[in-house]
């Protein structure tokens, strides 16, 4: 009797397997699967199985490996970039891949009427992009040509070495033009879709799941493994990981930050370092903190080790700095936890024993993680420098009005790089960028990342740690707490072809059951 | 009777133009916006946006374009879903809700019902007790704690029950018994209690004194006389209660992973889709006000002692 | 709608006497054991909550980081901690032997923790606490915290409460009374009430009294007014309409009763079961849609937290620290409980009708 229920269950469970070969709780419901208007994470993550530029990422380092392209050349300025398109690189529906078809892509990115968030990506690096994006130039004037069927140039603003890697984002795929004018804003539903990646898309139930299945018109199906993947929507990070633990979901995207002290304790618990930093903004025009040294007492004053040793336990790791370490470049910290000197700062500035200091509220946007960390450091502050803070949570959206707006003194605040390089996280704090919401503003430190624009090699990694030394070891603009972690749970005794890796995106295409 | 129906139903098209009007102009007066995100976009990219979605029009300009759109039943484009329309979303995530909704409620009214007849009967006695105890603990605990909890019990431990998932999954129609049991509490909660209350008042009333003076048997009593006026509060409840159960609860939905529209209508908010909420808002309230006019009709049948005049 | 005068209710010799109403309600109330229990602990609570910066407990703020996630116990904190951590570094060797080796630091840490432990215990003050709900993330007291919450949770449903009665049930009283257009125009605006986004609203609202350096607790407090009196409404409507024909009502107004008295004198009282009943069951909404609309920034502001926010973050915790969940849940059911029997017996005490059965 017992032996029958087992064949029984052994039996339901080769069934189950064979219907899927991959679930994944995907986090969310995906925004967009199209590559010209996907913005997060979750949509990009299905965008990587139905859709391939001229380079993938990398599953182990991030960095890009030939895709669409199956080499490329290089000016000696460094400032144009030529991609060899695969002979037998074929669209989902049997056309062949042609330069055009990126040429198509990119300016279809960049058309204002397109409205892409990710333009930015293209108009950072390829010349009379940005003009051609704001409606002051013509989609001639881009640096973008087919020269034949299979080769294309690109004319950049200035060596950026980092281009030919940064051409596996999202931003930089090609479109179908004969699907897009044929359906319109419908061309990513499923039948309609065309795409250049290892997967079609089979199905797209809203708020539910996307099913995907292997293509079998594309270059390398041969080293396509898995037959579907099914990227579930569920948003619901504890009722995820219960679907993991009962073997329901293969993949969970991020984890149940809750439940850690179980979750670290698990050989499928997944964690690498993360392209990105979580730090503390200050506005640097509002009293009390255009006073360095009121910054630099705030910076002393929060022990970031032992937030996460004793808080966060999720791989985070500590920082004084803002750009993580790489090849090339050391990053330049500010003041490190130290209560003697944060005190003296904090007299330096006119308030000694935290004596007179102004009323403050940290604010942060609504979400656990963020409050523990907010408490943390308001505890922080009043033992190591006698100053009571008020908390506020606010919500998302509101949030990040309130930010924009400068109208703060003292809030959380997040930055993950787009690409592997110092700039992605730096360019943030130039004067006037959107994104600097700290207004700080140093002639020098412009004149700095404007300088490593035209340089290159050491020269220019040197300019850019030039940059945040006067950023954060000069001006201390800002209080950095740590750089994320990319948090996973799956089996990789399991699953092969899935690394760790620094920006997080795991390319479907290599993905295999061992 | 009928006088008063047309007047009523009349009603509704002022309600729904008022509700529509604010609502559009609260959604824009909501600070941040539908393009809003961490990395902000740059301002060019920004009025982009916002010329593809008529948003650098005069406001006045903007409502009354959508006004014609809305009469021609046409929602618009979804701001933050941006290969979908808002039509297209509704639609596809109104009808689970619907269905998980009508169950839960179903389920509630029947027990709701039952359990307050028998508590009515047997009043400070063990059953009642034992069945207001019940209710009351159904109302107290949260859906986010009854949830999980079934989840931990049937779905991981037990493993009786998938733990969440939809009927497009491979378990089909068991997926709706976790989220449909939890959806119910409190509704059956509210329903037995109400219900209880309310049929304790009509067994002492003139009315059922009469009928039981008569000599009609005690079945005919309770089942045409006091059941008819007992339910009255249920039913004056059940107006925003329907209207609340089949569009969706954040909740459940969430914790169930249902595709339903509640979990869309809390995302769309937060991420100030305005057309996505205006859509969701519109269907919302149709339902709601429909169901209220449903309920005040429905009172004249329930209560021999109504009479619109 | 004939019915036999004879038997009509006694409702006339209570309104003589208004005051033996509340004292026979009273003498009934204090018969009912479940009640009168309910009322003591309701007054305990009340009282503990009002007294609360008098009693001494450990401050809800106070983080002792050796200290975070200890279990309910009447041991000293020192020792619960170290049996906690002494645990945790027997797991983690066994994970490390196992071959994950990524947890090797994790686990030289957690050593050294046992030994800064140990030395700690009869050094540092701080581990002869006791915490008999155990302490939460950061090592604060959840003790303390829920007696903290439990403050601003029945301050809410008071709140909720007394604005679903006075709003609610006046509009639905004229409503359902008076009827014809003022019925209509009432009755949609509450319609309306019901169709604006909500959420909007309230973020809206925090966006507005947004001020450095303070939080927003009288927002808060106007955020669940707003929306808590609207379904009581519609309620108490249809109980008046059911009424207003009544023979009783129907004598009132030839004896010259005027509109109000009419509603307050004869109708509502009438209405009193429902309400009640629909008030306490409604003050559990109350409570936890705080805990919503502190998800919206419109809150008390951590580290002060609230039952709901209580519950709410301990639900996410109870499968490895259920005392979190249940030190704040069980207070929060006990004192449901008990408004809600309290509910009950007034109902039972007031009920015009049973008066001259008891």
Redesign the interface.
């Known amino acids: 009797m017992k032996k029958s229920l087992f064949v029984v269950l052994a039996l339901l469970a080769v069934f189950a397997v064979g219907a899927q070969d991959l679930i994944i709780a995907n986090g969310a419901e995906p925004a967009s699967l199209d590559p010209a208007l996907m913005t997060d994470t979750t949509s990009s993550n299905i965008g990587f199985a139905l859709n391939e530029g001229l380079m993938v990422y990398d599953p182990q380092t991030s960095k890009g490996i030939p895709a669409m392209a199956e080499s490329y050349t290089t000016s000696p300025d460094g400032t144009v970039v030529t991609f060899k398109i695969r002979k037998n690189a074929l669209w989902s529906d049997g056309t062949p891949v042609k330069a055009q078809d990126f040429v198509y892509g990119w300016l279809r990115t960049l058309n204002p009427e397109t409205a892409s968030e990710y333009a930015y990506m293209l108009t950072m690096v390829i010349k009379g992009a940005a003009a051609y994006n704001d409606g002051s130039g013509p989609a001639s004037d881009v640096g973008v040509k087919a020269l034949d069927d299979k080769t294309l140039e690109v004319s950049l603003v200035g060596p950026a070495a980092y281009f030919p890697d940064m051409t596996a984002h999202h931003a930089f795929e090609p479109a179908p033009k004969w699907a897009i004018d044929k359906h319109g804003s419908n061309w990513t539903k499923p039948g309609n879709y065309v795409g250049t990646g290892a997967y079609i898309l089979k199905e797209w139930k809203p708020q539910d799941y996307v099913l995907v299945e292997r293509n079998p018109k594309y270059w390398d199906a041969k080293n396509v493994k898995l037959k579907s993947i099914k990227y579930l929507a569920s948003d619901n990070s504890?009722t995820n990981y219960k679907m993991y633990k009962a073997g329901a979901v293969d993949w969970q995207v991020g984890i149940?930050v809750?439940?850690i002290?179980?979750i670290?304790?698990r050989?499928d618990y997944q964690?690498s370092a993360r392209f990105g930093t979580y730090y503390l903004s200050v506005n640097n025009t509002r009293a009390p903190f255009d006073n360095v040294n009121v910054r630099k007492a705030f910076a002393a004053a929060i022990d970031k080790t032992?937030l996460i040793?004793?808080?966060l336990k999720g791989g985070q790791i500590p920082t004084d700095a803002f750009t993580p370490a790489m090849v090339g470049y050391t990053p330049q910290p500010g003041v490190g936890y130290d209560p003697a000197a944060a005190k003296k700062y904090l007299a330096d500035a006119g308030y000694p024993d935290g004596k007179g200091f102004?009323?403050?509220?940290y604010i942060y946007n609504?979400n656990?993680g963020h409050?523990?960390i907010?408490?943390?450091i308001?505890?922080q502050l009043k033992v190591n420098l006698g100053i009571d803070i008020?908390?506020?949570?606010?919500?998302w959206?509101?949030?990040l009005?309130?930010r924009a707006k400068h109208d703060f003194?003292f809030v959380r605040h997040g930055w993950i790089g787009d690409y592997l390089d110092p700039n992605t996280m730096l360019d943030l704090f130039i004067t006037g960028s959107g994104n600097n919401d700290g207004l700080y503003s140093n002639p020098k430190f412009d004149a700095a990342i404007r300088a490593a624009v035209l340089a290159t090699g050491d020269a220019r990694m040197k300019l850019l740690m030039e940059a945040e030394n006067l950023l954060l070891t000069q001006d201390q603009a800002f209080i950095p707490i740590y750089h994320y972690s990319n948090q996973d749970m799956i089996d990789t005794d399991k699953w092969g072809g899935w690394f760790p890796n620094p920006l997080g995106y795991h390319p479907p295409k290599f993905i295999y059951k061992k | 009777m009928s006088k008063y129906i047309i007047?009523?139903a009349l009603?509704l098209i002022?309600?729904m133009f008022?509700?529509v009007t604010?609502?559009f102009f609260?959604?824009r007066?909501?600070?941040g916006g539908p393009f809003s995100s961490e990395k902000k976009v740059t301002e060019q990219v920004l009025q982009n946006l916002l010329k593809k979605y008529h948003m650098d029009e005069p406001l006045g300009k903007q409502y009354l374009r959508y006004l014609g759109d809305v009469l021609r039943g046409d929602f618009g484009p979804s701001f933050r879903y941006r290969d979908s329309t808002v039509n297209q979303l509704i639609s596809q995530t109104l009808p689970n809700s619907m269905l998980l909704g009508s169950i839960a409620l179903s389920m509630a009214l029947f027990a709701g019902i039952s359990v307050g007849i028998i508590s009515a009967l047997k009043q400070n006695r063990w059953q009642d007790y034992l069945a207001?105890?019940f209710a009351?603990?159904g109302?107290?605990?949260?859906l986010?704690?009854i949830g999980?909890?079934l989840q931990?019990i049937l779905g991981l431990k037990l493993r009786w029950l998938p733990i969440s998932g939809w009927i497009t999954s491979r378990d089909g129609l068991k997926t709706l018994i976790l989220p449909a049991l939890t959806l119910s509490f409190?509704y059956f909660?509210?329903i037995a209690?109400?219900s209880r209350?309310?049929i304790?008042?009509v067994l002492?009333s003139?009315?059922v004194?009469?009928a039981r003076?008569k000599g009609l048997s005690e079945r005919v009593v309770i089942g045409k006389h006091v059941l008819k006026?007992g339910l009255?509060?249920v039913?004056?409840?059940l107006?925003?209660a329907f209207?609340g159960i089949i569009t969706g609860s954040l909740v459940v939905e969430s914790v169930f992973a249902i595709p339903g529209i509640g979990r869309v209508f809390?995302q769309s908010?937060?991420n100030r889709d305005y057309t996505l909420?205006m859509g969701e808002?519109i269907m919302?309230?149709l339902i709601?006000?429909t169901m209220?006019f449903v309920?005040d009709i429905v009172?004249g049948f329930l209560?021999?002692?109504?009479?619109?005049? | 709608?004939s019915?036999?005068l004879n038997?009509?209710?006694n409702e006339f010799n209570q309104e003589m006497k208004p005051v033996s109403l509340w004292a026979d309600a009273w003498k009934r109330l204090r018969r009912n054991k479940m009640a009168l229990v309910s009322l003591w602990i309701v007054g305990f609570y009340a009282l503990v909550a009002i007294a609360a910066p008098l009693i001494p407990l450990h401050d809800y703020?106070t983080?002792t980081?050796s200290h975070?996630?200890l279990r309910p116990s009447f041991k000293p904190a020192g020792q619960i901690a170290l049996e906690a951590v002494e645990a945790q570094a027997i797991?983690?060797q066994e994970?490390v032997d196992?071959?994950?080796e990524?947890?090797k630091p994790?686990l030289e840490?957690t050593l050294r923790e046992v030994e800064s432990l140990k030395a700690a215990l009869d050094t540092d003050p701080a581990s002869k606490n006791v915490y008999i709900f155990g302490t939460d993330?950061?090592g604060r007291d959840m003790l303390a915290k829920t007696i903290y919450g439990a403050r601003i949770s029945m301050m809410v449903g008071l709140i909720g409460t007394f604005t679903a009665v006075l709003v609610g049930v006046i509009i639905g009283a004229i409503s359902g009374y008076i009827?014809g257009w003022l019925d209509?125009l009432l009755?949609?605006f509450v319609?309306?009430m019901?169709?604006?986004?909500y959420?909007?609203?309230v973020?809206?609202l925090?966006?507005l009294f947004?001020k450095?350096?303070?939080?927003?607790i009288v927002i808060l407090f106007v955020g669940i007014a707003l929306v808590s009196w609207?379904?009581i409404a519609?309620?108490v409507?249809?109980?008046i309409?059911?009424?207003k024909?009544?023979?009783f009502v129907e004598a009132a107004r030839s004896m010259g009763a005027g509109t109000g008295r009419i509603i307050f004198r004869h109708l509502l009282p009438?209405a009193l079961?429902?309400i009640i009943?629909?008030t306490s069951?409604s003050l559990?909404?109350f409570i936890?849609s705080e805990s919503f609309l502190?998800?919206?920034?419109l809150g008390v502001?951590?580290?002060l937290s609230s039952w709901?926010s209580l519950?709410?973050?301990g639900?996410?915790?109870?499968?490895?620290y259920p005392w979190q969940?249940l030190a704040p849940?069980i207070e929060?059911?006990i004192f449901?409980?008990c408004m809600?029997f309290l509910g009950?017996g007034l109902?039972d005490a007031l009920d015009p009708?049973?008066k001259n059965r008891t």
Do not use: C, H, W
């Open positions: 504890t149940t809750d439940l002290d179980e670290m304790l050989k964690v032992t040793d004793k808080v102004p009323p403050l509220t609504t656990e409050k523990k907010a408490e943390y308001q505890q008020i908390l506020q949570n606010m919500e959206n509101a949030f009005d309130m003194f | 007047r009523r009603s002022p309600t008022i509700i604010l609502s609260l959604v007066f909501a600070p207001m105890s009351v603990v109302i107290s605990i949260p986010f704690v999980p909890i931990l409190p909660a509210y209690r109400l209350a309310s304790l008042e002492r003139d009315y004194r009469t003076a006026g009255l509060p039913v004056s409840y107006g925003p209207s809390v908010a937060l909420i808002v919302y309230s709601l006000v209220n309920v009172y209560d021999p002692r109504i009479s619109y005049k | 709608m019915q036999n038997s009509a209710v703020r983080q980081l975070t996630n797991l983690l994970r196992a071959g994950v990524s947890l994790n840490r993330y950061l009827g209509n009755m949609r319609d309306i019901y169709g604006l986004p959420m909007l609203i973020i809206i925090m966006a947004r450095e350096g303070q939080s927003s609207l379904t519609r309620v409507r249809g109980q309409i059911s009424l024909n009544s023979e009438n079961g429902i009943i629909f069951l559990p909404s936890m502190s998800f919206l920034g502001s951590a580290p709901g519950v709410s973050e639900a996410n915790t109870m499968e490895l969940l849940a929060m059911t449901l409980f809600n009950d109902r009708q049973s």
